[in-house]
């Protein structure tokens, strides 16, 4: 029974499928419907916008075993080596491979296309705001998002849907659990949301070589669903 239930709970993802698609069955919060392999299924139209904002200047990614921290970091005009705040949006990786970066791959390439038709920025490039001082932190936790773009402009918001309520779905206790908190808006060029989506390329790939195999099996399951 241990493993049936680790079973299903590995495979209550969070899908970017629309509410409209066949065979859903309604649940409580109206951008939620699970379908009939019991994957949570969003509707992204219908997810309220966060109410807080976050302009960030830079964004980069740090990776430990079992860990995901994204980093947002605005820089302080009046001494430009340190940075004026600096945002940790912590993501749990198997959610950070399921759903950031799967659901992902399309609007990735897209914002490649739209980015090489402008020229190189080799001050940016000279830059590790990692490396830099921050006068403020602040952190969050997230285990979705949805990404958009609008010529140079683009952003990320992110949301939560708490542990204990996937465990109980999961345990067969009900949907009533499977509710979205909006977290942040984080505001920033497209030239940054690329280089945040090109530094995770690796994260992924040191990710899957060591994702539990009930994960992975869980994650291809999802993959072969979407096609």
Known sequence: MAHKGQHERAIARLERRPAAGSQCAVVTSDPITVGPDRTINVDLGKLPAPAKEYDAD????VHQVGRI???FAKR???QPDKLRTRLEVRYPPENLVGNLWRNSREFHARLRKYVERWPADEQRDSVDPSKMVSAR???ECANFEAMAHAGTESA???YSMPAAGIARYASGQGSSGLTFTPIVRVQLSVFELIRLLDATTPVVE???????KLESRALQELEENAK
């Open 58 to 61: 830079f964004a980069w990614i």
């Open 69 to 71: 921290s994204l980093f």
């Open 76 to 78: 302080d005009l009046n």
């Open 137 to 139: 932190d602040h952190s």
């Open 156 to 158: 990320i918001d992110f």
């Open 206 to 212: 040191q990710i899957n070589a060591y994702l539990p």
